[in-house]
């Protein structure tokens, strides 16, 4: 049972590395039918979001695996230095790298949807390419994930009730939702993945939030206790209100209240905690 934590732990390294690779074959395809009244082929360009739909799913069981782990860990009582690495190691991958995959292939569909002479390339045979330059600024919340995780791996036993800066993991689930709203598209969402300067937008934000002296609150209470729990549980009354009434669109939604919340709540001990990091 001690290695419960170390394996859950992997669990989460491994879906991490099943959720890249679906996202990084998730290149669209070209679907040819003939027509009905002609012997000429039409053609239909189809997006890869199935397999970035499937990599979502794989983000969202390694954060599955990466709260199980913790609570494993504190029920066991089995804490080590290498399973606090190994720890830091699978949030880069699952929640660094597969995201930033998720947005590098987001500005990929971007760049390429915007091309006017799409669709009569493909009749003529004409090929082009995607500026790659565009692309890898999506690396970039992997780049500051790893920076985050450094950070937190040398504060982290005085930061008891709180995060500073974003918790990873919260940025890998957001980026997550993106092909779950274009596949189910509410409110015809899906054309802002559309826009570059929307993706551009979102690492820049993303990337500063990680890095930030911004204190945010912990899921799981400190103490139970009203004056500790409140915004924990004003968060939980807004998810269930959001997602009855907006659905998917509730999956941001319940993103930005936690920032909005996390300037607001300001923690019973917190001075004491910041004094002795």
Same mark, same amino acid.
């Given at each position: ?52 739909y ?36 699978a ?16 500005? @990929?569909?971007a760049?390429?949807?915007g ?10 045979? *004409?090929?082009f390419?995607? =500026? ?7 690396f ?17 036993? =005085?930061?008891?009730?709180f ?18 709203l274009? @596949? ?10 559309? =826009? ?6 979102i ?12 204190h945010?609150?912990k ?49 019973? *001990? ?8």
């Amino acid at each position: 049972m001690k290695h419960l934590p170390n394996l859950l732990t992997l669990g989460n390294l491994f879906c991490g590395c099943i959720a890249i690779a679906y996202i990084f074959t998730a290149y669209p395809s070209i679907f040819m039918s003939m027509g009905d009244h002609t012997n000429l082929p039409t053609y239909q360009v189809v997006y890869g979001i199935p397999q970035m739909y499937m990599g979502s799913i794989f983000i969202g069981i390694a954060a599955l695996c990466d709260l199980l782990d913790g609570l494993a860990a504190r029920a066991l009582k089995v804490f080590s230095p290498i399973g606090k690495d190994l720890d830091s190691l699978a949030d880069l991958i699952s929640f660094g790298v597969a995201p930033s995959a998720i947005l590098f292939q987001l500005l @990929w569909n971007a760049t390429m949807s915007g091309k006017d002479n799409f669709q009569a390339s493909i009749y003529t045979n *004409d090929t082009f390419e995607a =500026n790659m330059l565009s692309m890898v600024p999506a690396f970039l919340v992997a780049c500051f994930a790893a920076l985050r995780l450094a950070k937190f791996n040398i504060t982290t036993t =005085n930061q008891k009730s709180f995060f500073i800066g974003m918790p990873t993991p919260a940025v890998g689930l957001f980026i997550a939702t993106f092909p779950l709203l274009m @596949w189910y598209n509410p409110f015809g969402i899906s054309k802002y993945f559309e =826009n570059k300067m929307v993706i551009y937008s979102i690492i820049v934000i993303v990337c500063w939030l990680m890095v930030s002296k911004i204190h945010f609150f912990k899921l799981i209470p400190y103490k139970l206790n009203i004056k500790y729990a409140w915004p924990q549980i004003v968060i939980i009354i807004i998810a269930i209100v959001s997602l009855l009434f907006m659905q998917l669109i509730a999956l941001p939604i319940i993103f930005i209240m936690y920032i909005l919340l996390s300037f607001i709540y300001k923690h019973p *001990d917190l001075k004491s905690e910041i004094e002795n990091i």
